[in-house]
């Protein structure tokens, strides 16, 4: 085999290969055994005449076209080896200059791994985060729990007010004919909390238990169902009951209640200790996502189309286990989001390319720092899988005998994004400039 190479374009490479006649005769016969049944020759029953005779009766060329599939598969996958390289795409404009029992050239294209001009990663500046809990933010959490452990409590003595929760019968009209979803009834509704459409909890503000009341309000321009979006509607309402809640105090008996400890005090001390640890990740993650974010547009890269469209599919992929999960196909939920799939498709690509991005730069870092991965490391991996699938680990390694490389790949990279975090130097948030009157 001979393989001449040039570069189209950044990271498309063209490939010319000239295979030898030793595969192109493994080609030829493969394709006869693959028809041999198919060739009806006199004197022989199918799938007996010789080769040679079929080639005579027929023609040597019958057998060309799977030749040349055989002959073009085996000697790509050859010459990447021979070259090396890293391809990030399928084979395009593949085609085939000669074919001969002697001489077989054909000529592709493909895209390859792009090279990584790494920026700085180490010493990163980010936005120092303020850990600090305060006793406002432990009552706070205490003031969480109280209305969790809160009692409903049915009021008749008075209209309903803001922050009481009323159970509800509702019909709503549009140029006076009702619409669909439109009705409910004794639906629970916080007066204040936004779940309805603006302007109409406000106006059950003052309703009596049994007493009709109309409602008018305009659908917003963005609102999800598109018939119904910036139109009027009237909506014939009556209360039914009026809740109130009834918040229990907090004291020792409450923190018995709600937690394993017998004081209030020890419970905020938990409450506190808890607080810290939250804040502690929220500065952590906080830290490695502005980091990443800088080391990643720092770094120099010309990523290639194919790259990113395969991010795509994964991502819609994805999506798709995760709607199955719910008994949905991703046609009827684009069709309830009101997009096509190339609309999706689209608003998935800015994010497909940063996770590209993203990928390369911490396989750049990894490369150069010359992180490995420990086979204690891989094991984990596996030991993990395992408990999440409640199967033996020796059955998972055969399940993913052929990912290695990819968990190998995962764990450098997460090295690599620790190394980068760790690394980081904080800084106070600049001071916001006066707007200049």
């Given at each position: 085999m001979q393989v001449k190479t040039n570069e189209i374009k950044t990271n498309l490479i063209g490939l010319e290969i000239e295979s030898t006649p030793e595969v192109i005769e493994e080609g030829l016969e493969y394709a006869f055994r693959r028809h041999k049944n198919e060739f009806r020759v006199n004197g022989f029953r199918p799938g007996k005449a010789p080769r040679k005779v079929v080639e005579q009766v027929y023609g040597q060329s019958v057998l060309y076209n799977d030749a040349a599939d055989y002959v073009i598969n085996k000697e790509y996958g050859a010459a990447l080896d021979e070259l090396q390289l890293d391809v990030v795409s399928m084979p395009q404009n593949v085609s085939l200059k000669e074919f001969s029992p002697e001489k077989a050239v054909f000529t592709l294209e493909v895209y390859v791994r792009p090279q990584v001009t790494l920026g700085q990663y180490r010493g990163l500046e980010v936005t120092k985060v303020d850990v600090t809990v305060t006793e406002e933010d432990v009552d706070n959490k205490l003031k969480e729990e109280a209305e969790k452990n809160a009692r409903q409590i049915s009021v008749d003595d008075r209209p309903a007010q803001l922050g009481d929760t009323v159970m509800l019968d509702f019909e709503g009209f549009t140029d006076g004919v009702a619409?669909?979803?439109?009705?409910?009834?004794?639906?629970?509704?916080?007066?204040?909390?936004?779940?309805?459409?603006?302007?109409?909890?406000?106006?059950?503000?003052?309703?009596?238990?049994?007493k009709d009341v109309e409602?008018?309000?305009?659908?917003?321009e963005e609102y999800q169902e598109k018939s119904l979006a910036g139109k009027p509607a009237l909506f014939k309402c009556k209360v039914n009951e009026i809740k109130v809640?009834?918040?229990?105090?907090?004291?020792?008996?409450?923190?018995?209640?709600?937690?394993?400890?017998?004081?209030?005090?020890?419970?905020?001390?938990?409450?506190?200790?808890?607080?810290?640890?939250?804040?502690?990740?929220?500065?952590?993650?906080?830290?490695?996502?502005?980091?990443?974010?800088?080391?990643?547009?720092?770094?120099?890269?010309?990523?290639?189309?194919?790259?990113?469209?395969?991010?795509?599919?994964?991502?819609?992929?994805?999506?798709?286990?995760?709607?199955?999960?719910?008994?949905?196909?991703?046609?009827?939920y684009l069709k309830y989001m009101g997009k096509t799939e190339e609309e999706y498709r689209a608003d998935l690509r800015p994010q497909a390319e940063i996770n590209v991005r993203r990928d390369l730069v911490m396989d750049a870092i990894a490369a150069e720092e010359q992180l490995e991965a420990t086979e204690e490391e891989i094991d984990k991996e596996y030991a993990a899988a395992a408990e999440y699938m409640r199967m033996p680990v020796e059955k998972v390694k055969e399940l993913y005998a052929g990912s290695r490389e990819g968990i190998v790949r995962d764990i450098k990279r997460r090295k690599a994004v620790e190394l980068i975090t760790n690394a980081v130097v904080t800084v106070d948030k600049p001071a916001e400039t006066p707007a200049e009157a």
């Open positions: 619409f669909d979803g439109g009705k409910g009834e004794n639906y629970a509704l916080e007066l204040g909390s936004g779940s309805f459409i603006p302007g109409f909890e406000e106006q059950l503000v003052g309703a009596e238990i049994g409602v008018n309000v305009t659908f917003p809640k009834e918040l229990p105090e907090i004291n020792d008996e409450f923190a018995s209640d709600v937690s394993e400890f017998e004081t209030l005090d020890e419970y905020k001390a938990d409450i506190r200790k808890k607080l810290e640890e939250r804040k502690a990740k929220q500065a952590e993650d906080s830290y490695r996502e502005e980091a990443m974010r800088k080391a990643i547009e720092a770094a120099t890269i010309d990523v290639p189309e194919p790259m990113i469209e395969r991010e795509q599919d994964q991502e819609v992929s994805r999506m798709e286990e995760q709607l199955k999960s719910y008994g949905m196909k991703l046609e009827q």
